[in-house]
């Protein structure tokens, strides 16, 4: 049903896109991107919309709804594969690299990269996304974490007032939230929110196991028992979720948890954003805390801007300047102040971020030394997109009933064993 109504979503825009006779002005960008929640993501967006205007350059906005970004991908092939490519689009991870392994299909934008020194501003394990073969091909304008749970304050002050910092206490808290009638998990069942849990719960049962899962895709790690206990786990906070999730946005949730109908919602920090941008307050209104037994680890994905060699001359002399913005100090504020995330240049300071920003920004400074930064599974940042959607499909089905824990594991190692032998 869910892939059913999501290839409808896509074929419709394929065809409006494909069929859309946009004439562009001189001096002017296409941009293709999924941040289309009215809020904080279209706030973020205009903050590079507005700086392009300020050199005189236009923009096209091609908006994909889709929360993960999962639509725009066929989109963007259909556009590719027509030979008429936006000028630029928002990616994640590798399908950045999925994409710069198409011969010719990037720009390269060392020259602008090398004068401005991205080498030195940005976390090396972005970078690995935003080169190819040792060659600049993407710009990143944010880096999110995902291994976070945001929790409304009332009701946790409700439900004891202690945030969670194991796996039982989690229970325990969800539990007393369910007692006080709350809708203890805020949940929108699509299946990159049911992998954003399920990377923090594998994040959560130990760093070596999520490297040998998602990294290394160990068939004696896939098949053993502690795969059993994360799809256990996910069975379990399948309890604490009301009975209309099917389907619902991430930013319906956030209003929910905002609202207090629902207690807390597990979920990169693009929901914060939405939930700064209806007035509420970190610390007064709303905690965020680090998925338990993740504390000092993060699991990343960053958006970032590829640029497109096929297009017409005059939006090549634009990609050049609309990568330099992306990676200007003033849009990295402002776009990441109003998304929820934090700059994707590490030479900020935290002047002007919210708390929880705050606490990201020393997160990664910490997990990047000691070695805990991960990419997310479920935001394409481990394994190709074949392997993710593998994950997709068992985590997702599973998570709907239709398989057993150990149903989920058996066909798990069976699709990965598929994909990769
Ligand atoms: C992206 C975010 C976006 C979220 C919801 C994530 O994969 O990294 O930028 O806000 O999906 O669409």
Request: charge should be negative; glycine fraction near 10%; include cysteine.
């Amino acid at each position: 049903m869910i892939k059913i109504k999501r290839k409808i979503i896509c074929l419709i825009f394929t065809l409006y896109y494909l069929n859309a006779s946009v004439s562009y002005a001189e001096n002017s960008v296409e941009v293709m991107h999924w941040w289309t929640s009215v809020g904080a993501e279209a706030k973020a967006i205009g903050t590079l919309k507005s700086d392009l205007a300020e050199k005189g350059i236009g923009w096209f906005d091609m908006p994909i709804v889709g929360g993960g970004g999962g639509n725009s991908s066929e989109v963007l092939r259909a556009r590719v594969i027509a030979g008429n490519p936006p000028t630029s689009a928002a990616l994640l991870g590798n399908k950045i690299t999925e994409w710069a392994n198409r011969e010719g299909a990037l720009r390269n934008l060392n020259s602008v990269a090398e004068k401005e020194e991205w080498s030195r501003l940005i976390p090396r394990a972005v970078q690995k996304f935003s080169k190819h073969n040792g060659d600049w091909i993407a710009a990143p304008i944010d880096f999110h974490s995902t291994n976070w749970i945001w929790i409304n304050k009332e009701a946790l002050d409700a439900a004891g007032g202690k945030a969670p910092e194991t796996w039982d206490e989690l229970v325990n808290v969800l539990d007393k939230m369910k007692e006080n009638g709350i809708v203890p998990l805020g949940h929108g069942g699509e299946a990159w929110q049911e992998m954003t849990i399920f990377d923090s719960i594998v994040l959560g049962l130990g760093d070596d196991f999520y490297q040998s899962a998602f990294f290394d895709l160990d068939p004696l790690v896939l098949s053993g028992p502690k795969m059993l206990e994360a799809f256990d786990r996910m069975a379990k906070l399948r309890t604490y979720v009301d009975d209309n999730f099917s389907g619902r946005d991430w930013n319906i949730v956030v209003a929910m948890v905002a609202q207090g109908k629902a207690g807390m919602q597990i979920m990169g920090d693009w929901a914060k954003g939405e939930i700064l941008n209806v007035g509420k307050l970190p610390d007064r209104d709303f905690i965020c805390i680090r998925f338990p037994g993740t504390q000092g680890a993060i699991t990343f994905n960053s958006g970032q801007f590829v640029m497109f060699n096929d297009v017409a001359e005059e939006q090549k002399a634009v990609q050049l300047e609309m990568a330099s913005s992306i990676m200007s100090k003033k849009v990295q504020f402002g776009f990441n102040v109003y998304k929820g995330s934090i700059p994707a240049r590490v030479d900020l300071d935290s002047d002007g971020f919210d708390s929880c920003a705050k606490k990201a920004m020393e997160d990664l400074a910490q997990a990047d030394a000691s070695g805990r930064l991960y990419g997310s599974m479920a935001h394409g940042h481990a394994s190709t997109t074949e392997i993710q959607g593998a994950f997709y499909e068992v985590v997702t089905a599973h998570f709907n009933g239709e398989l057993t824990s150990q149903e989920a594991v058996n066909e798990l190692v069976q699709s990965i064993a598929n994909l990769t032998q």
